[in-house]
């Protein structure tokens, strides 16, 4: 992804780590761990409705972005 604006350029930022995945129910407040890979969430998901019976969640992937600027500075 990259977008731009004026003199500035948004790109993911190659420093700011894997994506993290996480879950969370919608009938509940309970949540997973974030994890490397959505596996982890996953797993959570089918256990908590194991337990519970609650069947909606709501996935979230949490990126890191980086602006740079392009022009010289002023
Ligand atoms: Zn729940």
Do not use: K, N, Q
């Amino acid at each position: 992804m990259v977008s731009r604006f004026a003199d500035w350029s948004l790109s993911l930022d190659p420093y700011g780590g894997p994506a993290i995945h996480a879950a969370e129910c919608t009938t509940c407040d309970e949540a997973s761990p974030g994890a490397d890979s959505r596996d982890v969430p996953e797993v959570w998901c089918l256990r908590h409705a194991a337990r519970t019976g609650h069947t909606g969640f709501r996935s979230t992937v949490t990126t890191f972005l980086r602006a740079t600027h392009l022009g010289p500075l002023t």
